[in-house]
Each structure stands twice: as C-alpha cells, then as structure tokens.
C-alpha cells in the first residue's frame, strides 16, 4: 500500500546557518521509522546543503523552492501535511497552500499569528509563549519535543562523562556556517591559565579559514592544542569525548544538555537571545550573552571562568541533562499530525 506522504520545507545558509535543516533532518528520520514516505525540501547554499545531506544519506529535494513550487508539491493525493521551518518561511506559503492541508511550523520566537494546525517551538521557555500562538490549532511547547538527529541520538543520554584532568578537552562550535566569525574570535581569546585540548568544528557553511589559522596559531603559542573539523560525519562522538564546549546558544545546546556536555554559550542571532537568557536563569549553560554585545575583555574572563570551575561546570551538566530526552521528533509526528 502506498505511503502517506509528509513534506518538510526549510532553507540554510551562510547567514541563516544550518540549525534549520538539522531539525528537520530530525523529524524527516522519525516520520520514515512511522512509516511516512518523508520529502525534504530544502533552499539555500545548494551545495553545503547537498554535501551535509549527502554525509548523513539525507535523500533531500535540495533546489530552488518558490511557493509556486511547493504548491505544485503539496498539490498530490497522498501529501497529508507540510512541516515548514520559521515564520518568515510560513508567511510565503501559508495563504497559498489549500485550507484544508495540515500544516506544521517550528518557530523558536513567538507572536506567530499564522492559522495553522500545529506550532512547535523547543526552547525551554517555550510554554510561556503559548498565548503568542493564537490561531494555532494545536501548541507543542518546551524541550519536551526537542528534536535530536539520528547521529546524536546514537550515543546514549548522557554519554559525555566529563573528567576533572589537568588539562581539559573543549570543543568549540558556532554553528553550521558561524556568520559571526565567533570560531576564530573565541579561540584566539582562550586565556593561557589552564592549557586546553581544543577541538574545533567548522560546519559545511563556514568561511573564515583565514581567519581560524590565525587564531588556532596563538593558541597553540598560548600553550593549547587545536584540532579543526570540517563537517565531521559524527558531531556527537566529538560532544561525548569532550569535557565541555563553548557554542552558540541554538540548537547545539539541545544536543549538549541531552549527552551531557558542559555549555559556555552565546546568543549569536536574535532568535537565540530569550533561550539563552532563560537557560542561565535556570543553570543549564554559563554565559549566555549576547555575542554582539560581548567584547573580547568579557569573552576571555568568561572562558577563564569557565574552564577553572569544575563544580559548576558539573552542576550545569546536572541541570541541562535533567531537560533533554531523545522522543521530541518522535512525539511531534504522533500529536503534530493528530487529526
């Protein structure tokens, strides 16, 4: 018998990042162990897009997608919902989709007014946007549907068991594409009190190479090792062996709190500024400024901080792993797609 077919439509690029598509990335694998025939269809940086999805065996639609083009896909016997990923997204193609469709939009801001059938928004604070979403039919809130891909959820929760060595092992990573340049920023900062194993992720849409030599040269002169990863195929073994990271404050912090890795984070984005803010209140992360507002005296105490404080580098692994489990793509097909 055929499947019923379920679309998911998200962009990622340079400036957007690629946090984007690696939820969807989450929800397009659950919707197949559901039985769904699931159709990624993704814009952007066509080929960072084709190459991150290529090294997961994601089979994305990735190509130009106009409303018109989405319509044209939706427009099929066997389409049972569309997933789309942002407002922005949603307000291009909500008026132009057929009424009775059932629609899915993952935000992580609020005041949507869109009528849809389903909002997610996985931020911890999630709940308390709930009246931001008035014409949604169905509100999925907080980190209870946190959407974790495969790749990390093949290491066991909490599987990053941090040591109190010597010299600890940090990984630093802004994101899919860092269009802040915070990489290069945050390594040629690292103060020289405590030598650090570094190991540095690069996603497929970043582009300050020069930039990230040059800062892993003094911190190698600063007494640290640097180990540069361009889109590795399996994030998630490097989060588990490391002691703690410093990221941004997105979606990488869903998969830090689930393995139980220790987070300094930033708000990189706007979209990111009330989750951070929020998590620091809470104790799930140290840091969680804004990054534009963070100047490089801040930066390196904060990171001196950090990395001195053993305890509470633990206590926030305590708190953080208490909030992530590995069912929110799992739970957002089942009452996302609720009739």
């Known amino acids: ?47 960072a897009i084709r190459t991150w999805a290529s090294a997961r065996k994601l089979a994305a639609d990735v190509r130009e997608w106009a409303p018109t083009s989405v319509v044209n896909a939706v427009d099929h016997p066997r389409v049972c919902g569309l997933v789309i990923d942002g407002p922005e997204l949603a307000r291009s193609l909500i008026p132009e989709l057929p009424a009775q469709l059932h629609t899915v939009i993952l935000d992580d801001v ?8 389903t909002v997610v928004n996985h931020n911890l ?83 300050d190479d020069d930039g990230l030599r040059a800062a892993a040269a003094i911190a190698t002169r600063a007494g640290h090792t640097v180990d540069v990863q361009r889109a590795p195929d399996d994030p998630g073994a490097l989060f588990v062996s490391a002691d703690a990271a410093i990221c941004s404050a997105g979606g990488t912090l869903g998969e830090l709190a ?60 305590k708190l953080a792993l208490a909030t992530a489990d590995s069912d929110g793509a799992r739970r957002i097909i089942e009452e996302g797609l609720a009739a």
């Open 125 to 207: 604070h999630a709940p308390e946007l709930a009246a931001s979403y008035p014409n949604a039919q169905r509100r999925l809130l907080g980190r209870r549907y946190l959407m974790l891909r495969r790749e990390i959820r093949r290491h066991s929760r909490g599987a990053c068991q941090p040591m109190r060595a010597t010299r600890l092992r940090l990984v630093i990573t802004f994101g899919g594409s860092d269009p802040s340049n915070a990489t290069a920023r945050t390594v040629r900062l690292l103060p020289a009190a405590r030598p650090l194993d570094i190991v540095v992720i690069a996603g497929p849409g970043f582009r």
């Open 110 to 117: 609020g005041e949507v007014q869109l009528a849809v059938s």
């Open 1 to 47: 018998m055929a499947r019923a077919r379920l679309l998911f439509r998200a962009n990622a690029s340079h400036t957007l990042g690629f946090g984007h598509v690696a939820r969807v990335c989450a929800l397009v694998e659950e919707a197949e162990t559901q039985g769904f025939e699931a159709i990624a269809m993704f814009d952007g940086d066509l080929a």
């Open 258 to 317: 689930f393995l139980g890795c220790p987070a300094l984070a930033y708000a990189i984005v706007r979209d990111q500024i009330a989750s951070a803010r929020h998590q620091v209140h809470e104790g799930l992360i140290a840091g969680g400024r804004s990054w534009i507002d963070t100047d490089d005296d801040t930066l390196r105490q904060d990171i001196h901080s950090f990395v001195g404080d053993d305890t509470g580098r633990a206590a926030v692994r």
